[in-house]
């Protein structure tokens, strides 16, 4: 089993939709999360940490839930601007190992 | 504040012959990451540092790839022979090290290796 897993997608949703984005990780000793969003043939740029008690960015909104070990990631009113791939990363406490899932993509259509 | 410092940016190389790609980091960070990241996946982790020790390097193919940090701060992955498998883009990543919520590992731009 993979350390953290993502569905790959492709999601393709239309300009204004809300998408809902999971992440599953094994390892319960995990503790930090991150979402990072990657563009075409782009590096990966941090979009939000996730914190236990859930944190919101505007149009982004992510979740915590440390009993059954996944993330998630709200995007609501989705712009033509937010299609990318999302990248869940997960770190271990004590080593600051990052490690990235597959990744989601995801294409707003106009 | 600059950024994570890659280069080259591309490279093209035949199998069975050697590459290095360089690395230089966000000043005053104490670990540093080299990914692979195959078209198509996410991020690989190779081999992390903090300073200029391994913290880990599990991933890492040793038979054929090595990396060093010199005095804690540039990097260097070499990969030696390569294979048409290792066509990829190799990705430096940067962060303070503490490890908290708080703390973004920052990468570079990467170099997209074709081994041909």
């Known amino acids: 089993r993979k350390e953290v897993e993502q569905d790959p997608g492709p999601f393709n949703v239309p300009e204004g939709a809300t998408v809902a984005f999971n992440c599953t990780y094994s390892n319960s000793a995990s503790q930090s999360f991150f979402w990072y969003r990657q563009d075409c043939r782009k590096e990966p740029k941090l979009l939000m940490s996730?914190?236990?008690s859930g944190n919101e960015d505007g149009r982004f909104t992510a979740q915590l839930n440390r009993a059954s070990q996944y993330i998630s990631l709200l995007i609501r009113d989705s712009k033509l601007s937010d299609s990318a791939t999302y990248l869940c990363?997960?770190?271990?406490?004590?080593?600051?190992?990052?490690?990235f899932g597959t990744g989601t993509r995801l294409k707003v259509l106009a | 504040e600059a950024g994570v410092a890659q280069s080259p940016r591309y490279k093209i190389i035949e199998k069975r012959q050697s590459v290095a790609f360089w690395c230089n980091p966000i000043s005053g960070h104490a670990t540093l990451y080299w990914y692979q990241q195959i078209l198509g996946q996410g991020p690989k982790l190779l081999i992390q540092f903090q300073n200029n020790g391994v913290v880990d390097d599990s991933q890492l193919p040793k038979d054929r790839f090595s990396a060093e940090r010199l005095k804690g701060v540039d990097s260097t992955l070499k990969i030696q022979p390569a294979k048409l498998e290792d066509s990829a883009v190799y990705l430096c990543?940067?962060?303070?090290?503490?490890?908290?919520?708080?703390?973004?590992?920052?990468f570079g731009q990467g170099t997209r290796l074709t081994v041909v």
């Open positions: 990543a940067s962060s303070a090290g503490t490890g908290g919520p708080n703390t973004e590992a920052f």
């Open positions: 996730v914190y236990s």
């Open positions: 990363v997960v770190s271990t406490s004590g080593t600051y190992k990052y490690i």
